[in-house]
């Protein structure tokens, strides 16, 4: 992704100015604020849909909450039998147990038992490969569209992002009625990803093969080659003094979506709020970051602790490559304090660490001046701007409409945090538990840390 830094402050603002825009009605946007009010509101949303259900998501797990889900949608489809219901999901994340997990028992295991269980019972669940290899991409929209509604999460569908036992994992909820919106997010689903020769039905035994043969990865490869250049196709209808939304999706550094992104943050008057659960941000990211507060603008970040991130591991159980991630994040966040301490310390930067007791941090978006927000499931790194398919929904709030309800939201964000007063106050390296700190010394005296923070 290479754009100009040094563009004027009016290009970036043209551009998101000429993207277009579809109305929305201040009284038919509202945002939850904790992972069980969610929860109760997507299965009260499923038990009262007429028309349709189509749950896009990263995995719908075979725990408590996906099983939830799951009796939620058999209900309303006995009680309304001609009712459409769609689940899209990763195709490789779906084969494969959860990372740490002993269980060969995978999520496809388990689609085929329910089908097997309700052979008359018309649910599609479909798998989508957005790579021949998960590490190299994986399906990462957001959005479960009923009726003419979407209910927008980072959150995927399991018992931690549903809050169902004690442990839960925090993200962002939004409900917006919306009818154009709902099918706008329907009408791709339908012509670039349903449409597609690479479509799993999940459910059936064929499913359960895990090999691909090479007429399939082309079709992968094709697959791929289309949603680079595709995007959301609609008209839009909304002036500049209007609460509006535009609905934005991309796969590779030079879409739609990162182009948009990039200009949000650079067009920034004031300030600008950011969070993502991994500090790994990408190079022109970064330095547009540095260049904006040379310019004098006010900068918060939200990030989580690693204890908050779900690939820690505590230093009592067994030592596994995986656990390493969350330290290598915390060593990106404070190589990058350490260049900006003076920024912190004359409070133009603010960086807040996420902690609440073991449970996790889910939270991505940006506001820009009290005027845009992007909702989004991209965690800002360069995994999510090059390898993922991701979309998200731009607000434009000129007369401020929305501002109490944003305000609530990053306080109850902020409920967690605590403020990082000198980068020092992250671990040294020195300091991690014995095996890790030896890993990490390792591959960053090989310089393979750069290559794993590109990936993951």
């Not at 009625?177 to 799993?200: F, G």
């Not at 399939?216 to 791929?224: A, E, H, P, T, Y």
Request: hydrophobic share 35%.
């Amino acid at each position: 992704m290479k754009f100009n830094i040094l563009n004027k402050f009016d290009d970036h603002k043209k551009f998101l100015i000429r993207l277009p825009k579809i109305v929305q009605r201040m009284d038919y946007f509202k945002i939850l604020y904790s992972p069980k009010e969610f929860s109760n509101e997507l299965l009260y949303a499923i038990s009262r849909a007429c028309n349709h259900i189509c749950l896009v998501t990263l995995y719908l797990e075979s725990d408590q909450g996906g099983k939830r889900i799951i009796d939620a949608l058999f209900r309303v489809k006995q009680i309304r039998p001609k009712i459409k219901i769609r689940i899209l999901v990763d195709w490789h994340r779906a084969k494969r147990s959860r990372i740490g997990s002993s269980k060969e028992y995978t999520n496809v295991d388990w689609y085929v038992d329910l089908v097997n269980k309700y052979p008359n019972t018309e649910i599609a669940i479909y798998g989508i490969p957005i790579n021949i290899n998960e590490v190299l991409g994986v399906l990462h929209l957001k959005g479960f569209i009923i009726d003419d509604q979407i209910l927008y999460s980072g959150a995927s569908l399991s018992d931690e992002y549903l809050h169902v036992n004690t442990k839960y994992r925090y993200d962002r909820y939004h409900i917006i009625r919306n009818r154009q919106l709902s099918n706008i997010m329907l009408d791709y689903i339908d012509k670039e990803l349903l449409s597609s020769r690479v479509i799993n039905k999940l459910g059936c035994e064929s499913s359960l093969s895990k090999k691909l043969n090479k007429y399939r990865k082309n079709d992968i490869r094709l697959l791929r080659r289309n949603l680079r250049r595709v995007c959301y196709s609609y008209q839009g209808n909304a002036t500049y003094n209007e609460l509006a939304i535009a609905p934005l999706v991309g796969l590779g550094k030079n879409s739609e979506l990162n182009q948009a992104i990039y200009h949000l943050i650079c067009s920034s008057k004031n300030k600008i709020i950011l969070c993502t659960p991994y500090f790994n941000m990408p190079n022109i990211l970064v330095n547009t970051l540095i260049y904006l507060l040379h310019k004098g603008k006010n900068i918060e970040i939200i990030v989580g602790d690693k204890i908050a991130n779900d690939f820690y591991i505590p230093s009592s159980k067994p030592f596994t490559l995986i656990s390493v991630l969350p330290y290598l994040y915390e060593l990106n966040l404070r190589y990058f304090l350490k260049k900006l301490q003076s920024y912190i310390d004359n409070k133009q930067l603010i960086v807040r660490m996420w902690k609440e007791g073991d449970n996790g941090y889910h939270v991505k978006g940006i506001w820009v001046d009290d005027e845009w927000q992007l909702l989004t499931g991209n965690n800002l790194n360069p995994r999510s701007l090059r390898f993922d398919l991701e979309n998200a929904l731009l607000i434009h709030d000129p007369c401020k409409m929305l501002l109490n309800q944003n305000n609530k939201e990053l306080n109850t964000i902020r409920m967690h945090t605590s403020p990082i007063i000198h980068y020092t106050s992250l671990q040294h390296i020195s300091h991690y538990p014995e095996k890790v700190g030896q890993f990490l010394n390792r591959i960053c005296k090989l310089r393979f840390d750069r290559l794993i923070n590109r990936i993951l």
